[in-house]
């Protein structure tokens, strides 16, 4: 895989597009994946990160789970926002 794939492999992240994460305090990446939103906030990337308690690595597999319908409600905001034509 090359380098540029994974941008946590970049040596500069300025410049990227915007970025959505979201993790749970379960994940056994959340300490990552909160650090890479770090990384690429403070490197002026545009970077929404939410970070869901109780929540573990692959929660969103479960559908009728509340805090499933909160995250997917937070990605189709975000989505919308990037997607949205502009007036």
């Keep these: 895989m090359p380098k540029g794939a994974v941008p ?3 040596d500069d992240v300025r410049g990227l597009p915007p970025v959505f994460i979201a ?3 379960l994940d056994l990446f959340a300490n990552e994946d909160i650090e890479n939103a770090r990384r690429l906030m403070n490197a002026g990337v545009p970077t ?6 109780g929540a573990y690595h692959g ?3 479960v559908p009728t789970a509340s805090i499933t319908k ?3 409600a937070a990605l189709d ?3 919308n926002r990037a997607f949205a034509p502009t007036k």
């Design 8 to 10: 946590a492999r970049l």
């Design 23 to 25: 993790t749970g305090t």
């Design 48 to 53: 929404e990160l939410h970070v869901f308690p």
């Design 59 to 61: 929660f969103d597999g």
């Design 70 to 72: 909160v995250y997917k």
């Design 77 to 79: 905001e975000a989505l």
